[in-house]
């Protein structure tokens, strides 16, 4: 089991940038990807982005494509999230993920971090 710890969340104006970070810990039992969902108030915890264990593939959602980049560090045992252009509609709080295949759902995902709150002003 892999554990996750975000951080990194904050403050930013709409068309600013934030990175946030992942940090993971424990065994896991196998390789596994690393991702990102998010939250707002009264939706659910939708995809945003992933990588696969060795950096080469990534999967994003439509609404971040061309504005959020997805990285991971193996060494450091770290998984990141750019987050630039930022729009009011990307406040919510993010999780970061861990599963064993890169087109993380809900229902795929075996470890979740804590959550670090985005909050984005107009």
């Known amino acids: 089991q892999v554990q996750l710890v975000e951080s990194g969340g904050g403050l930013a104006q709409a068309g600013g940038s934030l990175r946030l970070s992942c940090a993971a810990s424990?065994?896991?039992?196998?390789?596994?990807?690393m991702g990102w969902f998010r939250q707002a108030p009264g939706n659910e915890r939708e995809f945003v982005a992933a990588?696969?264990?060795?950096?080469?593939?990534?999967n994003y959602a439509d609404s971040v494509k061309g504005r959020f980049t997805v990285s991971r560090d193996n060494a450091k045992n770290m998984g990141y999230l750019q987050l630039n252009s930022l729009k009011p509609e990307d406040t919510a709080v993010y999780y970061c993920?861990?599963?064993?295949?890169?087109?993380?759902?809900?229902?795929?995902?075996?470890?979740w971090g804590q959550g670090t709150q985005v909050t984005v002003s107009s």
């Open positions: 993920a861990a599963g064993p295949v890169l087109f993380m759902t809900r229902t795929n995902v075996r470890s």
């Open positions: 990588v696969s264990w060795s950096g080469a593939n990534r």
């Open positions: 424990g065994r896991p039992d196998s390789i596994y990807a």
